[in-house]
């Protein structure tokens, strides 16, 4: 089976940098991606990781380690409207392409 | 609008009742997935399609719950004598061939009374 840790909320200022962990245990691995959730919103999807390193996409960044069973995401320059749910997310199998999400990161940011 | 687009966004039904949801995908990908997601949890999955060929069903989906996509176009899941533990948002999802980005709908909350 496979599960995914990740923090429950976290709480930070506008401007700020926060990182938002996520360690997994799968039995088999295909890469780490990553969504964002709104209150009453759809997941949109932010990234995704196969291979070991960083990926960045403009304020989001996006790391992964598959010898530490790690990733995380950064968000840079924190603006208002991040403030939402964050999931990680494993791909279960190299021919079926079902994700298994973590229970998600809540964001808070404040003035 | 281009997007995954679900139907309908509300459902309210009695206990033992039997329900239907739509979901039309975006229109050049072959994947459509079905995922649940209650209230403080990541979505759940419960059955992917490529094209209109069922490829997955997940083993927490009982035999109340059926999906089908005709044609390899829209997608409908159906569950058959609702019970109250299947309130929930019920999520489509739809992808390239690739499955990297998954593009989600807006879902359909259903509530059993």
């Known amino acids: 089976g496979q599960s995914l840790e990740q923090p429950s909320e976290v709480t930070a200022v506008e401007g700020a940098i926060v990182q938002i962990n996520c360690t997994y245990q799968?039995?088999?691995?295909?890469?780490l991606s990553w969504y964002q959730q709104h209150d009453g919103g759809a997941p949109t999807f932010l990234s995704y990781?196969?291979?070991?390193g960083l990926e960045e996409t403009g304020r989001f960044s996006s790391f992964l380690s598959r010898s530490d069973s790690y990733g995380y995401l950064l968000l840079q320059e924190l603006q208002m409207k991040d403030s939402a749910s964050y999931f990680c997310?494993?791909?279960?199998?190299?021919?079926?392409?079902?994700?298994?999400f973590g229970t998600g990161t809540r964001l808070l940011v404040s003035p | 609008d281009t997007g995954v687009s679900q139907d309908p966004r509300h459902k309210i039904t009695k206990r033992g009742q039997n329900v239907t949801f739509r979901c039309d995908p975006i229109s050049e990908h072959n994947r459509l997935y079905w995922y649940r997601q209650t209230l403080g949890q990541g979505p759940e999955f419960l059955t992917y399609?490529?094209?209109?060929?069922?490829?997955?069903k997940s083993r927490l989906l009982s035999d109340r719950f059926s999906a089908e996509r005709p044609k390899g176009s829209f997608s409908t899941l159906e569950i058959q004598r609702t019970e109250q533990g299947d309130s929930a948002m019920y999520l489509c999802a739809s992808s390239l061939v690739d499955g990297i980005e998954q593009y989600f709908g807006p879902g359909t909350r259903l509530t059993v009374t």
């Open positions: 997310a494993v791909r279960d199998g190299a021919g079926f392409q079902k994700l298994v």
């Open positions: 799968t039995s088999g691995f295909y890469g």
């Open positions: 399609f490529q094209n209109e060929a069922q490829l997955e």
């Open positions: 990781n196969a291979l070991d």
